[in-house]
């Protein structure tokens, strides 16, 4: 059985910073790309970022470029975001997808992803 499973969100002030985590389970993910997606209450799962297979290219959406960094380590088969610079705003319920992706434009689909995690709450304080 799959699992994904999302670590490392919490409670930080404006300007901070948290990494969050996503090990997955069940099978190996060597070869799929892995991503961040966020869903903010009232509001649609937005992508955050992505990375290919062999961590080598990644994706962020325009917002987060030079504040987040996304890399993987497949022999721990465990994807992780690094969020600095946080703002307010990106307070929410962030998920970690996984999903074999072959083309540069579905990076950012959510619907392309096959397996999701439980999610991780991040908030950012004034």
């Known amino acids: 059985q799959v699992q994904l499973v999302e670590s490392g969100g919490g409670l930080v002030q404006a300007g901070g910073s948290l990494r969050l985590s996503c090990a997955a389970s069940?099978?190996?993910?060597?070869?799929?790309?892995m991503g961040w997606f966020r869903q903010a209450p009232g509001k649609e799962r937005e992508f955050v970022a992505a990375i290919d297979w062999s961590g080598v290219t990644a994706y962020y959406t325009d917002s987060v470029k030079g504040r987040f960094t996304i890399y993987r380590d497949n022999a721990k088969n465990t994807v992780y975001l690094q969020m600095n610079s946080l703002r307010p705003e990106e307070t929410a319920v962030y998920y970690c997808a996984v999903g074999r992706i072959l083309y540069e434009r579905d990076y950012r689909r959510s619907g392309e992803y096959d397996y999701w995690g439980q999610g991780t709450q991040v908030t950012v304080s004034f």
């Open positions: 069940g099978r190996t993910f060597s070869s799929y790309a």
